[in-house]
T-cell receptor, first 112, second 114 residues
Framework: DAKTTQPTSMDCAEGRAANLPCNHS???????VYWYRQIHSQGPQYIIH???NNETNEMASLIITEDRKSSTLILPHATLRDTAVYYC?????????????FGKGTHLIIQP | KAGVTQTPRYLIKTRGQQVTLSCSPI?????VSWYQQTPGQGLQFLFE???????NKGNFPGRFSGRQFSNSRSEMNVSTLELGDSALYLC?????????????FGPGTRLTVT
């Protein structure tokens, strides 16, 4: 699975859009971009995933660049409950032998 | 639909003992994966079970084992506990093999080894 790079931490004001970047320059053609988040002491929560088209669901939007080397997760109206560590994971269809590989992620802090 | 459940939520054991953790996946999900989370190593993959068979395995010693039952419920066992086994153990279920489907995590079992 390709390696990802995310900022260590970010702040965002409550009510504003939170834009979390992820670089995955070595992504290959059949690899998907997944986003999960983990609120302190809870299990990770699936947010969204995509291959090359932009995706949107009730939680967030995922924007993937045309060359697929980076992506941005957008939380349109951040609330205090969105404070969490956000993980960007690249995973091939059919997966690998090592499960999901979680890096350090981005600690997003929503400020009141 | 009920989420992934794990029991017990908290556990304290002594070095050398063994422990069994349980995970009930979301109804209809056939894959269960187990992860260990520690402050130093982060989230690390232990193994995945699908249709009662271990399909993938991470880099953990043989003291860590698991199984899956016909109703997709899974158990994880750790024998001869060591202090370093203190961690949050998470299970995640998915409709099919985890490589092809999103995973849904349970709340975890917090294991403390003294």
């Amino acid at each position: 699975d390709a390696k990802t790079t995310q900022p260590t931490s970010m702040d965002c004001a409550e009510g504003r859009a939170a834009n979390l970047p992820c670089n995955h320059s070595t992504i290959s053609g059949n690899e998907y971009v997944y986003w999960y988040r983990q609120i302190h002491s809870q299990g990770p929560q699936y947010i969204i995933h995509g291959l090359k088209n932009n995706e949107t669901n009730e939680m967030a939007s995922l924007i993937i660049t045309e060359d697929r080397k980076s992506s941005t997760l957008i939380l349109p109206h951040a609330t205090l409950r969105d404070t969490a560590v956000y993980y960007c994971i690249v995973r091939g269809s059919g997966g690998g032998a090592d499960g999901l590989t979680f890096g350090k992620g981005t600690h997003l802090i929503i400020q009141p | 639909k009920a989420g992934v459940t794990q029991t017990p939520r908290y556990l304290i054991k002594t070095r050398g003992q063994q422990v069994t953790l349980s995970c009930s996946p979301i109804s209809g999900h056939r894959s269960v994966s187990w992860y260990q989370q520690t402050p130093g190593q982060g989230l690390q993959f232990l193994f995945e079970y699908f249709s009662e068979t271990q399909r993938n395995k991470g880099n953990f010693p043989g003291r860590f084992s698991g199984r899956q039952f016909s109703n997709s419920r899974s158990e994880m066992n750790v024998s001869t506990l060591e202090l370093g086994d203190s961690a949050l153990y998470l299970c995640a279920s998915s409709y099919g093999l985890a490589g092809s489907y999103e995973q849904y995590f349970g709340p975890g079992t917090r294991l403390t080894v003294t």
